[in-house]
Each structure stands twice: as C-alpha cells, then as structure tokens.
C-alpha cells in the first residue's frame, strides 16, 4: 500500500479527506505547495458567492481524473483551510497532486 502525505487522511476503504488550505483569486488554479501539513492550491477564481470552492473541487477533480460529485466540502466553506471527502472506487493517483 502507497504511504500517502500528512494531508491525505484514509477514513474508509473507499474514501479519504484531503486536508486544503486554499488561496482564491490566483491567476490560475495549481498546487502550490504545503503549508502547516495541508496541500496549498490556488484557485483561479474569486471568495465570492461560493465560486471558489467549486473552482476548488473542480480542479482537485480535474486533477485527479474523478467526477465533480466525487468530491464534497465537509469543512470550511467560508474560510481558507477545508477539508474535502473523496470517494472513489479506486485510490486515485496522489501523485498527481505533489507541489
């Protein structure tokens, strides 16, 4: 079994949190790092009206080739630091998301 990162958390066999902190208003959506053991990502999209926290779930998506519903925002919906829940059939590629 692969040894994940601090901010990749196994809750089930099939699901994980993934432990954000996310910058809003970048010019374009990256992984940039970590930062006090949480992946940091830029999202290109503005901390209005929700838009980037779907700018955040669609890029970890896109990024780690699953469906937009794979992901849901458990924690930190108005704030930088998030936690997400991914389900997915398969343990994705995490590498994928390496700063």
Known sequence: MEELPPWI????PQEWYLLVRALPG???SEC??????????RIAAP???NKANKALV???AKTLNLRPSCITLEQGDT????KLRISAKTPPNWSCLTP
């Open 32 to 41: 940039a790092g970590v930062m006090e053991g949480r992946l940091r990502v």
């Open 58 to 60: 669609a890029f970890i």
């Open 79 to 82: 704030g930088r630091i998030k």
């Open 26 to 28: 970048a010019k374009k």
């Open 9 to 12: 958390l196994p809750i089930a």
């Open 47 to 49: 901390a209005v009206e």
